[in-house]
């Protein structure tokens, strides 16, 4: 029914979905399991001795993220109280002239 070439490629295909299906198994398995299980011992240690200083770089990022927003803010209003003097200033002339 089917030539020789063509069991070959059948064959072929065949193993390809036998190793496809294999390393969906393994990443289901994987995945599975907490990304820390996967480190060394090595890579833990370095991993609890940078989470401190993580934590402390991320507080420090958000008190300087809140100071700047602050800052903005003040400027903003500042710079709306100067248009409202500045528009108050030349109402005040332009009524004069008339």
Known sequence: ?????????????????????????????????ELIDQLTSEERDVLSR??????????????????RIEVIQTNSVAAVVFCSQEIFICSNAVQIVM
Not at 6 to 26: F, G, P, T, W, Y
Not at 50 to 67: A, H, W
């Open 50 to 67: 940078l989470n401190p200083e993580i934590t402390d770089l991320k507080e420090r990022f958000l008190m300087c993220k809140n100071s």
């Open 1 to 33: 029914m089917f030539s020789n070439l063509q069991e070959k490629s059948l064959d072929n295909i065949r193993n390809q979905i036998e190793q496809v299906q294999s390393s969906i198994a393994m990443k289901n398995d994987e995945m599975g399991t």
